[in-house]
């Protein structure tokens, strides 16, 4: 059984602010990374997110230095490792990098796969050990320090990697999918000690996921790529609330999407839409762009804006349960309403049963209206 570190202790080191201008990078006519421009401020958990094949990967090994972009600058801590006239190989960037199949050094031992970072450092071998044996302890393997890496179960592989990064005392860390091979139970407890560990550290973290619910549980500001581009780059809360396009609202969740007409403008950025399923219906929703009235978009509805009501009360769109699923803090539902649409992952604290007649209210301000085929 693993052990969960207690982390109160600062392990600071001066975080890297990061930055990248237009950088470019193509594999012959692929183009993988197309004009990505960002900064990210010192001591900020920046999670890029976007679906397999998006250009997460191919940022990570331009950033490590593994890969060289076509074009485009990336500074690290103010300094140029990429650039017209610039390129630092990885070993002088000051980083380290957390990798999804552990990467560890088989012929040594957890100790001496932590302390390798150290090794050339000028401490001497006692503050060395006494570094090591605490990082062994945050990570919650102490125990297991004279193991081997094949002695170790994935997770357990994974905390000695997290040591081995910290031990490199680097302003910048880097982790490629790090959970993606374990299951569910470590994944959860794991990503909780990189998420207190790094910010310990006082480092900065990039890390990429095609996990929404990772992003959003790790992050402090959430990149999303799409088709190699920078498509939005904000607070999870941001992103959630306010999407830049119909493929990121897609891809961090939508509870059910459907075609409306506009009706009229009714406030700011709010528009009165007749839901093509309940045509007596009228809702309010957000845009974040002008439209027309007429205009053929569609409403995309998070599913934290949806409520159910008992059939008889007098608010709401008329549905019917289809499935409902017991999550521990309440129930999960999928709502079917007029003919044919479908509401997924509607949360109540009380279960309503399938086949059961309800009502479902739509929050305003979590339904946008989008134009369907932006981000494609
Ligand atoms: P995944 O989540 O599946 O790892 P990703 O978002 O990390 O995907 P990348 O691995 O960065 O995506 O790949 C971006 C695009 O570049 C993909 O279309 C991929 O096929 C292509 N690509 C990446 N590396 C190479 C390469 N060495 N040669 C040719 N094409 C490549």
Same mark, same amino acid.
């Given at each position: 059984m693993e052990r969960v570190a207690v982390v109160t202790a600062d392990l600071s080191h001066h975080a890297a602010g990061v930055s990248m201008s237009r950088l470019c990078k193509s594999f012959g006519e692929k183009v993988a990374l197309a004009d990505v421009t960002l900064a990210i401020e010192p001591g900020t958990f920046l999670v890029l997110l976007g679906p397999s094949g998006s250009g997460k990967t191919t940022l990570l090994r331009c950033l490590a230095g593994i890969e060289r972009p076509t074009s485009g600058v990336i500074a690290i801590d103010g300094r140029d490792v990429v650039g017209p006239r610039a390129f630092v190989p990885p070993e002088k960037r000051h980083l380290a990098m957390v990798f999804q199949d552990y990467a !560890?050094? =088989?012929? !040594?031992t957890v100790r001496r796969n932590v302390a390798f970072p150290l090794t050339s450092s000028a401490r001497t071998k006692g503050d060395r050990t006494a570094r090591v044996d605490d990082l062994l302890e945050r990570v919650g393997i102490g125990h297991l320090a004279d193991r081997f890496p094949n002695q170790l179960s994935g997770g357990e592989q994974q905390r000695v990697a997290l040591a081995r990064a910290l031990a490199a005392d680097v302003g910048l860390i880097l982790f490629d999918e790090p959970l993606s091979n374990l299951d569910a139970d470590r994944r959860e407890q794991l990503r909780i000690e990189i998420a207190t560990l790094t910010r310990a550290a006082g480092a900065t973290a990039v890390y990429i996921t095609h996990d929404q619910s990772e992003a959003f549980a790790l992050a402090d500001r959430v990149g999303v790529l799409n088709h190699g581009r920078l498509v939005q780059i904000d607070t999870p809360e941001a992103i959630y609330r306010r999407p830049a396009d119909a493929f990121v609202a897609r891809f961090t969740g939508v509870a059910g999407e459907f075609p409306v007409a506009l009706l009229h403008e009714?406030? =700011?950025?709010r528009y009165e839409v007749a839901l093509p399923f309940a045509p007596d219906e009228r809702i309010e929703a957000v845009a974040f762009e002008r439209f027309q009235p007429g205009d053929a978009m569609s409403l995309f509805v998070r599913a934290a804006g949806v409520s159910l009501l008992c059939a008889n009360d007098p608010k709401g769109v008329h549905g019917r349960i289809l499935d409902v699923a017991f999550n521990g803090r309440g129930y999960d539902h999928v709502v079917s309403v007029g003919q044919g649409a479908t509401l997924s992952k509607i949360f109540s604290p009380t279960r309503f049963e399938r086949g059961r007649a309800v009502k479902v209210c739509f929050d305003a301000s979590s339904s946008f209206v989008m134009d369907p085929t932006r981000g494609m």
């Open positions: !560890l050094w =088989p012929h !040594l009714c406030g =700011p950025d």
